[in-house]
């Protein structure tokens, strides 16, 4: 026996633990219809991989687990898959979630399976990751996925593992039953986690209310290979708090916002140690728990082992419900537990209790009066908040201070309203504070995604933009170079043709030196018949010489034009016997020159892709024609 620290505060409601202790632990019979939700624990839902109408044997895979915080669903029994929506579940909402509704067979027909042979001979990874194949969550609270408390040891120095005895909370024996009929189990989960954890000390922390329990525990311990210690601790609740039970065992305290793994300690209930027992040496997942039926509405309160889904109604019944009696229906126990109106609520992995209260038991509460700031609730919390600074806070809706006064480390225990002289329901004001504040957290998370969604799409469109900009000058670039290119070549071309056509020049007439000869000659005629006009008008002197230049410019001017057209009429006879239109060859090439100017003044202009190839590919058809007949018209046409 270690020494035992303590915390603060903390409360002694009535035990009525004995009630559910005087018979053994019971088979819940098999109910007609099982509920099970795709949601049994903190995280994400898993995702169903039945359909409806599907048959299923007992332990077969029916949800398969979603991210990290998330566990598999299996088959409780063999049967029919009848449904997957929407049924009342364990929620303090009362809301409805999605489950899988199975209809029994009877067959109990179980799924081929087997145990690990020797799992210390594995890698660790592949032990945790058959532990989480078979859906094991944590069994005394939250459910956590237990994987992921096994994984602790990657990333922590795990020093102390601490199993969880404790149940403190008043009515649930559901821990204690199973340590006096299965230690072993758990002895044996024990040896599996410590294997993993590779935790130098081992504690079992239990209440001193439970002295069958620890008879049983320590009866197993006697020659067990691993540094396990049996730690008593008073009864006072809520010892079975994970941080309070660690303060209790190790005198440390885990700080806020922190895990214990923080400081090498991880903690496991009694509940899950047996459920890793049974996956590893028997490969069965966890499909079954023992639940505490109890309260004064029920003829026979005891312990039964039932299967995730079983309805409270049926398990009710198999404990003699009294109709006329029950008054209240609670799930879990009567300072963390919830009122449920339903009793088609089914069994989860983390339901430990179902109280059936009568009117006297658990009367209606009473009426909220006004805080008289007695501090009492203050002298009670076991996590030493302040709860009636966060009740102000909570009510007046100044949710970030409350989160300041550390509301998230409050474990909803109640033992603050349990002192309320002024019976105001602390907890249900801390739970509402919490629930807003995630709700404007999620808020906040979505309007973020949105902003970074929109800051990405504009820079996306920004970017667009200047590729499309830079491709825009590039192609007028390139336009620019191909037309240069094109105009040097013609140029090349032309000076070619010239070189070639010079030494034929001297043999035939040369057309455009004689067009611009005959254009002199009638300019220089021009003038000088206006000179001689103007001298005869004014009869100025010199008008014979004036005749006779006159006469000689009309005789230059007719022979220049009769010599240009006499060339021209000669080309156009050539061309004519080789079968040319000069003329109408003439008017192709300027049109098809024209084209192609267009078209190239189009192209620097348009920025519809599509538009762009189909003009590009006309422009390459257009070049090639005025080539075509620019050559035919300089073969036909030199000058």
Known sequence: MGKVFAFHGGVHPPENKKQSTRT???QAPLPKMLYIPLQQHIGIAANPVVNVGDRVLKGQLIAEPVGRISASLHAPTSGIVRSIGPHPVPHASGLESDCITLETDGQDEWIEHQGLQDYTRLEPSVLIEHIRQCGIAGMGGAGFPTDVKLHLGDDHIVNTLIINAAECEPYITADDMLMRERAADILSGIRIISHLLRPSHIMIGIEDNKPQAIHALEAVLKGCELNIDIRVVPTKYPSGGERQLIQLLTGLEVPSGRIPADIGIVCQNVGTATAIHRAVHFGEPLISRIVTVTGDAVAKPQNFEALIGTPFADLLEAANLYEGRLFRLVMGGPMMGVTVAHDQIPVIKTTNCIIAASDE??????????????????????????????????????FDKARNHNLFDCIECGACAYVCPSSIPLVQYYRFAKSEIRTEEAEQRKADHARQRFEARQARLEREQAEKEARRKARAEEAARAQQSRKN?????AQSASDSAAPAASAAPDLKQLKTAAAVARTKLKKARDAFKNAEDKGLDGIDALRATLTDLEQKSEEAEQAFKAAEQAEAAAAAEKGVDLKQLKIDAAMARAAVTKLERALTKTEDEQARREMETELVEARKKSDALNQSLSEHSPA
């Open 24 to 26: 053994p632990i019971a």
């Open 361 to 398: 038991e658990m009367p209606q509460a009473p009426p909220e009066q006004p805080c008289i700031r007695c501090n009492m609730c203050e002298q009670v919390c076991p996590v030493t908040l302040l709860p009636q600074q966060l009740y102000w806070f909570s009510k007046g809706r100044e």
């Open 489 to 493: 070549t013609e140029a090349e071309k």
